[in-house]
């Protein structure tokens, strides 16, 4: 992020019991922290070292503002109002970008669109009702989505999740990706919510436990609940399902039919209803 909102009220209530080091240790942190759009360092000296924090009470204040307004994770210290604030950016980037495609398209239908026919019968000096151009702004007449309409792919700001939740969703898991990935932005647009991106984290994390995992594996896994998924909704076996004995189920089959769940909102052995949280990602 090149610029970040700074509220003045909020930051003195929040700081007003710190000392001045400490305010002004925290500012840093929070720059840095806009600046990567990751989560600071977890070794406390080496986050010291980018900080410039090199007297003992610099080191201190660095320690005490840590565990006071951020959240450590084995891949680093969060904080949730900047969380927030990033999310909001990169969904404004994306708003304005698919405002932008769709004005572009609109124009250039028009320009291949045969002129109307001049109106008649018109009262002198009046003008013709000029219709706004979609967008991907929120509309409050609009109608509500609901559960079982299958999300619009062709607009990104279609869904209520955005790439930069699917982004820090991922990041907070250890899996590296950017909020920007296109990828990310054709995930959202499909409607895939943060609690299956996350699962399919979990399960590429159990798979490779000493390997950074990268997106691009995430998404095999994410693909394969889909065809599973699909398979089921079309009453289906589980593709490569083998027998087990009655009562028995192997981590293996449990995983299967745990992802099946979630993307089926249902159990096996319930009636196989067309799901509506069946998300297509092919």
């Known amino acids: 992020m090149n610029y970040y909102p700074h509220h003045i009220g909020d930051f003195n209530n929040?700081?007003?019991?710190?000392?001045?080091?400490?305010?002004?240790?925290?500012?840093?942190?929070?720059?840095?922290?806009?600046?990567?759009?990751?989560?600071?360092?977890?070794?406390?000296?080496?986050?010291?070292?980018?900080?410039?924090?090199?007297?003992?009470?610099?080191?201190t204040a660095v320690q005490q503002v840590l565990n006071?307004?951020?959240?450590?994770?084995?891949q680093g210290?969060?904080?949730?109002?900047?969380?927030?604030?990033?999310?909001?950016y990169h969904k404004n980037i994306e708003d304005k970008s698919a405002a932008g495609k769709a004005s572009a398209a609109a124009r250039a239908a028009g320009k291949t669109a045969p002129k109307a026919a001049p109106a008649k019968d018109l009262p002198p000096n009046s003008t013709p009702v000029e219709q706004p151009l979609p967008s991907c702004s929120t509309n409050q007449n609009q109608e509500p989505r609901t559960k079982n309409q299958e999300p619009d792919k062709s607009a990104i700001c279609a869904g209520a999740t955005s790439a930069a939740?699917?982004?820090i969703a991922m990041r907070k898991k250890g899996v590296q990706t950017q909020p920007a990935d296109p990828r990310l932005i054709e995930l959202a647009a499909q409607g895939v919510s943060v609690e299956v991106v996350e699962a399919a984290c979990d399960v590429a994390i159990k798979a490779k436990p000493n390997e950074t995992i990268g997106i691009g594996y995430v998404l095999k896994i994410l693909e394969r609940w889909a065809r599973e998924a699909a398979e089921l909704k079309a009453g289906g076996a589980m593709p490569n399902a083998r027998a087990s004995p009655v009562g028995y189920e192997s981590a293996k089959d449990r995983s299967r039919r745990e992802a099946a769940e979630k993307l089926t909102g249902r159990r096996p052995n319930e009636q196989r209803n067309p799901s509506p949280h069946i998300i297509d990602i092919n």
């Open 68 to 74: 006071e307004f951020f959240t450590e994770t084995e």
């Open 14 to 59: 929040s700081t007003r019991h710190l000392t001045r080091v400490e305010r002004s240790i925290y500012r840093d942190m929070i720059e840095l922290y806009y600046d990567t759009e990751q989560p600071l360092l977890r070794d406390v000296k080496a986050l010291c070292r980018r900080l410039l924090a090199r007297t003992e009470e610099e080191v």
């Open 165 to 167: 939740d699917l982004s």
């Open 77 to 88: 210290w969060f904080h949730d109002r900047c969380d927030a604030e990033i999310r909001k």
